[in-house]
């Protein structure tokens, strides 16, 4: 039996700041023009002002435009005779957003004005206040130079309607890292395969494909890799010369064909073999020619989690973002059931189905299991969450919103309904 007495344990916030710390990456950039397809993308550059916005003075309401000096010498509240006003000469329609007639440097909103059957005369019940009421100044919205948006802004909706009225038409932004996905095991089949006895579907590849795509990476998938550790370091030292960021599933825990963390730690640098949480205990990161490799254990119930856990703040470094997870105050709507190993004690035999906690945590840390949560809010406003039984990857688990680590062992805290816990919203 191989020996993993020196693994390198770490909690799920070690693990992560350990590999940031680490990995170094140097994204390239490319041009695209300003249009939907954007949304999502990530900016390269500070994005500036093209144009001055308005360029002209425009009117700000729905209005008529009038000559301030038909007000100026007027008392408060004091109106001008407009019976003789000519339109084109003393008053004009002007729409919001449009240009103000030339000549005319002030607007009184529309709801302020009777207008003639014929449009050719006007009534007024209130004047302006000042020169340039009702109007938008050139450039008072956005000056050019000005920027509009700095480099490693992820582009929205808004932000890219915002860009476009600025001026620009094309935007320099940071190119999708392209991130490798090897599965591996001799008992796997492909989705597209014929069903088998004693075969599984290899379902991470869809799972962990959708995933890297929604944060804004390029996955790269490869085929099934068997449980041979010399095809295993073939294909990882394939993925890093090809790819920026590598995952590599299952073959990480401690089975007699588990050959991921040994052939990470022969050709590359393990910073960390075993992780202090369940599902995703034998969750991993190395590097191998300056590439990081994570390691993902486990079918999809648990390979999700992780896979947000420690795939997604990789690709969140590489465009610059904050890779901090969700997360939010909620309140226990009901009780924990299951997934509750009875600890040792002393005269009780152990039961052979169950992990020891001291093998789960490891170094005297504690052990936490990965709780799905759905969410729900009452009329005050409280967030209410419940825990959705059974193990992960049941259908139920699907639905679920969030997820709660909830401590694990003999010491773990009794947790009582109305307590309150801190959710992570799943994405």
């Not at 680490?22 to 550059?45: K, M, N, Q, Y």
């Not at 449009?98 to 207008?115: K, L, N, W, Y």
């Not at 320099?172 to 492909?190: D, K, M, Q, S, Y």
Request: include cysteine; glycine fraction near 8%; proline fraction near 8%.
């Amino acid at each position: 039996m191989r020996d993993h007495s020196k693994h390198i344990v770490l909690t799920r916030d070690e693990a992560v700041t350990t590999m940031l710390k680490v990995v170094e990456f140097s994204p390239s950039s490319r041009l695209v023009p300003l249009d939907h397809r954007a949304a999502g993308l990530t900016l390269a550059e500070d994005a500036k002002a093209q144009v001055n916005t308005p360029n002209v003075l425009t009117c700000a309401m729905d209005s008529i435009a009038v000559h301030w000096s038909d007000f100026a010498g007027l008392a408060a509240g004091e109106l001008p005779d407009t019976s003789q006003w000519v339109r084109g000469e003393q008053w004009q329609f002007a729409n919001t957003g449009v240009a103000m007639p030339e000549g005319f440097d002030t607007a009184i909103v529309i709801e302020h004005v009777q207008v003639s059957a014929d449009e050719q005369k006007v009534t007024i019940d209130a004047a302006p206040s000042k020169q340039f009421a009702g109007t938008r100044a050139v450039a008072s919205e956005l000056a050019m130079g000005d920027t509009l948006a700095s480099a490693g802004t992820r582009l929205t909706p808004d932000l890219l309607a915002h860009l476009a009225q600025g001026g620009l038409r094309q935007l320099e932004v940071v190119a999708a890292p392209r991130v490798a996905f090897i599965p591996t095991g001799g008992e796997l089949i492909p989705v597209a395969a014929t069903p088998q006895l004693g075969k599984n579907t290899e379902t991470n590849s869809v799972l962990i494909a959708a995933k890297i795509a929604q944060w804004g990476g390029e996955p790269v998938i490869f085929p099934i890799i068997p449980d041979d550790p010399e095809q295993i370091e073939a294909a990882v030292k394939t993925a890093c010369a090809d790819c920026d960021i590598v995952v590599l599933n299952a073959g990480s825990s401690k089975g007699s064909e588990d050959w991921s963390c040994e052939e990470l730690d022969k050709i590359g640098r393990v910073l960390c073999h075993e992780t202090t949480h369940g599902p995703g205990h034998h969750s991993s990161y190395a590097i191998v020619d300056g590439t990081p490799v994570v390691g993902i254990s486990g079918p999809p119930g648990g390979a999700s989690p992780t896979t947000s856990f420690y795939v997604k703040p990789l690709i969140q470094k590489w465009f610059g973002r904050d890779s901090a997870p969700h997360r939010l105050k909620v309140k226990l709507a009901a009780e924990f059931k299951g997934h509750k190993p009875a600890p040792a004690q002393p005269g009780v035999p152990a039961r052979g189905e169950d992990r020891p906690f001291a093998a789960q945590a490891g170094d005297d840390k504690p052990f936490y299991r990965i709780s799905f949560l759905k969410l729900s809010q009452d009329v005050e406003g409280t967030v209410w969450a419940e825990p959705i039984s059974g193990h992960p990857g049941v259908s139920k688990a699907v639905s679920a919103d969030a997820i709660y680590m909830k401590p694990n062992g003999p010491e773990a805290p009794v947790l009582e309904v109305g307590d309150v816990l801190e959710a992570e919203l799943l994405d």
